[in-house]
């Protein structure tokens, strides 16, 4: 078995909203959120991210632009090029403009129905219309005394866009009682205000609720106005002369209100006007205006989930649902296809959890790992479909408190869950209805239960249709009053509770025969328990600090096949993480230390076993997951895309993928692709090979054309170099030709800009050389000769790349000015000996001519020269004696 060396993140699940204002335009289909300090432009139907931005937004119902406004007051406009092709959609944003909206934070945004208007309320209770398109403003409307909290628009349909005046004007009607262009507005100063857009007046001053309006809506005819508020009251207004109709005392602190339009609801004997509304109560209700009754009624557990609440409730015509947004930044898709004239709630039908927190705890769910269950800081553990990760498959409703811990049993159709109520739970999962059953619970540690783990081994004598719906045979639980229990299924009291350590206990993983347990706690200890007994059959000391995960080595494994001593049972091992640092491998044999890995920079929070025990990964509070080669104690690869702590690591049942989850809300899923990098990079290997000793051809065959070419794609600087060299010193040198050779010059002229980049590149480097900076110069001659400026600089060559070329361009002919300096005196010299050999030179060699010519030098004053004389005889005197 080969081992994993390397590994692709093929999936991220990463958070989606935080809080703030969620869009969704007509279509359905663009999902507009706050992350943060960001917006996220996302397809609702796949989870694909399409856009990411900075600030605050609204969107206009069609998905054409996008409005942010951000802290530092500005607002900006994009323009939104949506583009859908088969199975795919892709989102451009282009900034159209930047403006100031006002002079305090913006709070709340709506665009009109047609996607022309935006109208923003800031804390300064200024109220602004602006035109999208132009980016100016229409309207300021003042009169409200406080911060604005809600707002929205009605359109008649008999209403149109004055383009030349920016704003709307009616056409001749004659109904009477068909009402303008209006905005309706309101804010923490209890008072509802109605503007008519026409005139840019306030019309209506409404005043009954006793606290902050946090809702409004029109009726589709406009002769309705409801507004909903914090007094826990539902007011209805009739626009027409502008007076209270009624008042629904809704009992619950509201943060959205709306009317569906006529007909999008079947409910028997109910034919007017149907109210929604959202929030402390987080759940979706209904009311009947005409009758002022509630449609909808509340369920068991509903007031255990009031501390959510709902803070915004989406209608979407195109999709005939309702989205809720939750305080706990989950999204709620609720079909208005009720299956019953009174139904109780309405049916949720998608949920999406825009950020899972921390997540502390995760285990592959069903045979086919087509499920994951997340533990994420929360009471309810998130059941997440791999192939369909943006929405929850399903969420486990029971604990009282955060659930820390997680626990699979061999077939994947059961989950164990320990919380911080101090209970524990085993479910059923039935992927196949989408059934997630609680089965049993168990109470009785006095503190939050931090370690929880199922049998290993499946049962023998059953068939496997009826293995996979019977529950495990017993649970065992660790918890932080230091206490170990073992618990029947079924059965309400422990087996037995044994007093296990000194501090919390971290983690308990059962052997592969279910013959033994291991426990690890805070005491810096790990022990080696009997399962049915619950006595102690062994301690591993040796770690500084508290002990984080413990994992049993698969039962096939033999510690002599990992560099250890062949011992009984298997040679069994157990491998345990710790706030150490290190990751450390034990023998059951002698309970001694195997093998000691270092290599994290923070507390090694969770170990599992890879390659049928050949490698163990581990991950870290510094976001890494590390994976090591038991045998030879290295580490294989390292793995990093958390930006906090990695607290959960568990590994695919097929041994083929890892999964991660930190503190960062992101779940990554690590493929392994060792074998299709293998394959890869022998295939680079080989072709590379191939092009080698093509080159090797086309040099030997004189063909610089291709061969110049070829050895700038594989950027060999070396071969570029000598190929060049050969070309500069051919002789006699082509007419014409700078370099040497037209073909080499046609060559360099007719290069792509990657292919240039390169050459620049290496002429920078070989003009820092004096041997080689002849070739450097001659070649960026024919460079600068062939290309333009614009061209050159648009190159990837940064600016420090060609002031290197300048400046020992510099240097270099300054150089060459020096030797034509010293080339005066040499002619000097060779006239001196010309004189000479006029006179009497019998008896003289070469070195006694030169010593003489060096005389009548140094005699004129010139101590330049820098030969010495036998260098000077060598070099020239002895050439111009053969010469004469």
């Not at 992927?431 to 049998?455: C, M, V």
């Not at 029947?488 to 509770?497: P, Q």
């Not at 990837?796 to 060459?816: C, F, P, Q």
């Not at 004389?869 to 111009?880: G, L, N, Q, S």
Request: hydrophobic letters at 35%; a negative charge; charged letters at 25%.
């Amino acid at each position: 078995m080969s081992l994993k060396t390397h590994f692709r993140p093929e999936k991220i699940i990463q958070p989606l909203y935080t809080g703030g204002k969620v869009a969704l335009d007509q279509s359905g289909r663009i999902l507009v959120t706050t992350l943060d300090e960001d917006v996220l432009v996302t397809n609702f139907e796949t989870g694909e991210e399409l856009a990411r931005l900075e600030g605050r937004i609204a969107v206009t119902p069609t998905a054409s632009h996008l409005i942010i406004c951000s802290r530092s007051y500005s607002m900006r406009i994009y323009s939104l090029n949506l583009m859908c092709r088969e199975n795919a959609t892709s989102v451009k944003p282009t900034l159209l403009r930047s403006v100031k909206a006002h002079t305090a934070p913006v709070i709340v945004a709506e665009t009109d129905p047609t996607g022309t208007l935006l109208a923003t309320g800031g804390a300064d209770g200024l109220v602004k219309v602006w035109d999208i398109k132009g980016g100016f403003v229409t309207h300021n409307l003042r009169g409200h005394g406080g911060v604005i909290s809600a707002m929205k628009f009605y359109k008649p349909e008999n209403i149109v866009l004055n383009e030349r005046e920016g704003r709307k004007s009616s056409k001749a009607t004659t109904d009477s009682e068909t009402i303008g262009w209006r905005l309706a507005t309101g804010a923490d100063d209890a008072i509802v205000r109605v503007w008519d857009l026409e005139t840019s007046k306030c019309v209506a001053a409404l005043e009954s609720h006793a606290s902050v309006v946090r809702g409004l809506d029109w009726s589709q005819d406009g002769k309705m106005l409801v507004s909903g508020s914090r007094d826990q009251v539902v007011c209805v207004w009739d626009t027409k002369n502008l007076k209270l109709k009624g008042t629904i005392p809704v009992l619950e602190e509201l943060e959205t209100v709306g009317i569906l339009p006529m007909g999008t609801i079947n409910l028997g004997g109910i034919e007017g006007q149907v109210l929604y509304i959202g929030g402390k109560k987080n759940r979706v209700r209904l009311w009947d205006l005409s009758g002022g009754k509630e449609i909808t009624q509340a369920e068991d557990g509903d007031e255990e989930k009031e501390a959510e609440g709902i803070v915004d409730i989406l209608y979407n015509p195109s999709l005939s649902s309702l989205i809720s947004v939750h305080n706990d930044q989950t999204l709620l898709t609720h079909s208005l296809k009720l299956p019953s004239p009174t139904p109780t709630n309405l049916p949720v039908i998608r949920r999406i959890s825009g950020h899972h927190d921390e997540i502390i705890d995760l285990q592959y769910l069903t045979p086919t790992s087509s499920l994951i269950a997340l533990a994420t800081n929360s009471e309810d553990v998130r059941i997440l479909s791999i192939n369909n990760s943006f929405s929850d498959a399903g969420v486990l409703h029971g604990h009282g408190d955060i659930v820390i811990c997680l626990d699979r049993d061999w077939s994947g159709y059961w989950l164990a869950t320990g919380g911080k109520d101090n209970e524990a739970r085993l479910w059923h999962i039935d992927d196949k209805n989408n059934s997630f059953t609680s089965h049993s619970r168990y109470t009785g540690h006095a503190e939050s239960i931090g370690a929880i783990a199922l049998p290993r081994k499946p049962p023998s004598a059953e068939s496997e249709a009826g293995r996979k719906f019977s529950a495990p045979r017993l649970i065992v639980t660790g918890s932080q009053d230091r206490t170990i229990k073992m618990w029947r299924v079924g059965k309400s009291k422990a087996m037995y509770t044994k007093k296990a350590h000194d501090k919390d206990i971290n983690a308990i993983d059962i052997s592969p025969d279910d013959s033994m347990f291991a426990s690890a706690s805070q005491d810096r200890t790990v022990k080696i328990w009997s399962l049915e007994e619950g006595e102690v059959t062994g301690v591993l000391r040796g770690h500084r600090r508290g002990v984080w995960s413990v994992k049993f080595a698969p039962y096939s494994i033999t510690a002599a096949a990992v560099g250890g001593v062949e011992g009984t049972k298997g040679g069994r091992m157990v491998v345990t993480g710790s706030g150490d640092k290190t990751v450390k491998l034990w023998s059951l044999t002698d309970y001694s230390c195997l093998k000691t890995f270092e290599g994290h920079t923070n507390s090694v929070l969770k170990t599992v076993w890879l390659t049928g025990g050949l490698q163990v990964a581990s991950s870290g509070g510094d976001g890494l997951v590390k994976v090591w080669d038991v045998k030879s104690g290295e580490c294989n690869t390292t793995l990093d895309n958390h930006e906090d702590k990695v607290w959960a690591l568990a590994v695919r049942p097929d041994d083929q993928v890892l999964v991660s989850g930190g503190g960062d809300s992101v779940v990554t899923f690590w493929v392994d692709v060792t074998t299709e990098i293998a394959e890869t990079t022998a295939k680079e290997e080989e072709a590379q090979i191939e092009q080698e000793q093509a080159l090797q051809n086309h040099i030997h065959n004189a063909d610089y054309r291709a061969a110049i070419t070829l050895a700038l794609t594989l950027n060999h600087p070396g071969r570029l170099l000598n190929l060049f060299t050969a070309v500069i010193k051919s002789s006699p040198a082509e007419e014409g030709s700078i370099s040497g050779l037209l073909a080499v010059d046609e060559v360099i002229g007719t290069l792509s800009d990657e292919q240039l980049s390169i050459l620049v590149l290496r002429i920078r480097d070989w003009n820092t050389n004096a041997k080689t900076a002849t070739v450097a110069q001659r070649i960026m001659h024919v460079v600068f000769r062939r290309y333009s400026v614009q061209r050159l600089l648009g190159l990837k060559v940064d600016l420090t790349g060609w002031e290197a070329i300048l400046s020992y361009t510099m240097r270099h002919y300054k150089k060459v000015e020096e030797l034509v300096d010293e080339s005066y005196l040499v002619d000097y010299t060779l006239r001196e000996m010309e004189e000479m050999m006029e006179e009497d030179v019998d008896g003289m060699d070469g070195v006694e001519m030169t010593a003489v010519a060096m005389a009548r030098v140094r005699y004129l004053g010139i101590e330049k020269f820098t030969f010495s004389p036998r260098e000077f005889y060598d070099t020239t005197i002895r050439d111009y004696l053969q010469n004469h």
